[in-house]
């Protein structure tokens, strides 16, 4: 399944969730104060979102291209403030516990000894799963701060060139200011 539709992650939802875990993980007030006055600079706009279901069926790959722009600059510059990224991460998934269409009707089809199971809570746990795979902004800054200082030693020429277009972007002291993504989740970032 795919969409066209864009969408921008800096709402005030996103950043009132974002404020909120950082205020749960103890980050140092300051840096949530730049952080806020950084966000008023940048937009992270997602699109294209499109669903693969894995060959042995036990997970989903969820692929959103994201854009981060710096506004600032002039005209001519504003082509150096953009750069773009894939997201993209995996859930696993039980289709047997959880049916899922991607056509975007979930699987209402209920058998003799699933009477009790209600058609409508089929399809919001579908969507509910489905809903998980959007990215989140605080997930998107940590990815953003780890791409940020990855090492340049290896021969991925458009790689090496989106960590110097990030660090043009983003002053080191900026960066610090985002937080920490998790190395546990199955989630990255990848040029395009």
């Excluded at 103890?26 to 104060?33: A, F, R, Y």
């Excluded at 600059?73 to 289709?95: A, L, M, S, T, W």
């Excluded at 991607?102 to 199971?117: E, K, Q, V, Y």
């Amino acid at each position: 399944m795919s969409m066209t539709k864009k969408k921008d992650l800096i709402i005030q939802e996103e950043v009132d969730r974002f404020l909120k875990r950082a205020s749960d993980n103890n980050t140092n007030k300051s840096n949530q104060e730049q952080l806020l006055k950084l966000l008023q600079e940048i937009q992270i706009i997602l699109d294209e979102v499109s669903f693969e279901d894995s060959i042995d069926g036990t997970r989903i790959r969820v692929n959103y291209g994201i854009e981060i722009r710096r506004k600032g600059g002039g005209e001519e510059e504003q082509g150096e403030n953009i750069v773009r990224f894939h997201y993209i991460k995996e859930i696993p998934i039980d289709y047997s516990k959880v049916p899922i269409s991607f056509g975007g009707n979930a699987n209402t089809t209920t058998h003799a000894s699933d009477n009790d199971i209600n058609e409508d809570y089929i399809i919001t746990e579908s969507y509910g799963i489905l809903e998980e795979t959007c990215p989140t902004l605080y997930e998107i800054l940590g990815l953003l701060k780890r791409i940020y200082f990855m090492p340049e030693d290896f021969s991925n020429r458009l790689t090496v060139e989106r960590i110097h277009k990030l660090r043009n972007m983003f002053s080191k002291d900026e960066i610090l200011a985002f937080p920490s993504g998790s190395l546990d989740d199955k989630a990255g970032l990848i040029p395009i």
